[in-house]
């Protein structure tokens, strides 16, 4: 039988891995100029977020995680997003390229989270710049950063690529949540096509919603954010 650690580390790194297929879900189909979108200076485009995500797992958590995990190794460097954004930074590479090594090193990430032992997980660790750690603090951190990030590039989806045209009125969008209520259930859609844009311009909110209430049956919630999200701004 399964220890409560164990089967809590098995939980959030299928969450990670969620959050990862999110990601990359978020911004299929949008072009360079959508990705290049941002709603003010101050703040960075969706390209910005998902590439930043991606030097965050490959320049710390990664290098974190073999760190606590492998004797000898050295913990990284202190890390400074200016410095990644003046030096490492690239507008003009592919979006594709970047949610591909966002998955390779995620799948190194679940492999040693998945060998690993429950004292292995729970270890703390002093000996290092980071601070006090865990290798479950540093999945969780992974975890809220992804959901971060992934928060911030739905939302700015939403302002580039809006659904609302396609559903006029209150009763078409009830409609769209609704189907896609049938297919979280798993249930037919009476023969209606969904698209999966309904689905990547949810807000974060939506889906925790969803996750929250998806074991109580709370479906009709989701509909509900779903209609929220695609409302259209007058």
Not at 64 to 91: G, K, N
Not at 98 to 126: C, G, H, K, P, Q
Not at 128 to 142: D, I, K
Request: proline fraction near 4%; aromatic fraction near 8%.
């Amino acid at each position: 039988m399964a220890s409560e650690t164990s089967t809590y580390r098995t939980e959030i790194t299928s969450r990670l891995r969620s959050a990862t297929d999110d990601l990359a879900w978020a911004v299929r189909g949008l072009t360079s100029a959508k990705l290049a979108y941002t709603p003010s200076a101050e703040e960075w485009a969706i390209h910005e977020h998902i590439a930043h995500v991606r030097d965050m797992e490959q320049e710390v958590y990664l290098p974190l995680l073999r760190w606590a995990t492998v004797p000898e190794m050295l913990d990284p460097l202190d890390y400074h997003r200016q410095e990644w954004h003046e030096h490492r930074y690239r507008s003009d590479e592919p979006i594709v390229s970047i949610v591909n090594e966002i998955a390779r090193i995620r799948d190194e990430e679940l492999a040693i989270f998945r060998d690993m032992t429950d004292s292995t997980w729970t270890r703390y660790r002093t000996d290092t710049r980071w601070g006090p750690l865990t290798c479950q603090w540093l999945a969780e951190l992974m975890y809220r950063h992804a959901l971060d990030h992934l928060q911030l590039g739905t939302r700015f989806a939403v302002q580039v690529d809006p659904i609302a045209a396609r559903a006029d009125t209150v009763a078409e969008r009830v409609a769209v949540g609704a189907q896609v209520e049938r297919r979280v259930a798993g249930q037919p859609e009476d023969g209606c096509a969904l698209d999966d844009m309904c689905l990547r311009l949810m807000p974060l909110a939506a889906v925790t919603l969803f996750e929250c209430h998806r074991d109580c049956g709370h479906l009709s919630l989701l509909r509900v954010a779903v209609c929220l999200a695609v409302l259209p701004s007058r």
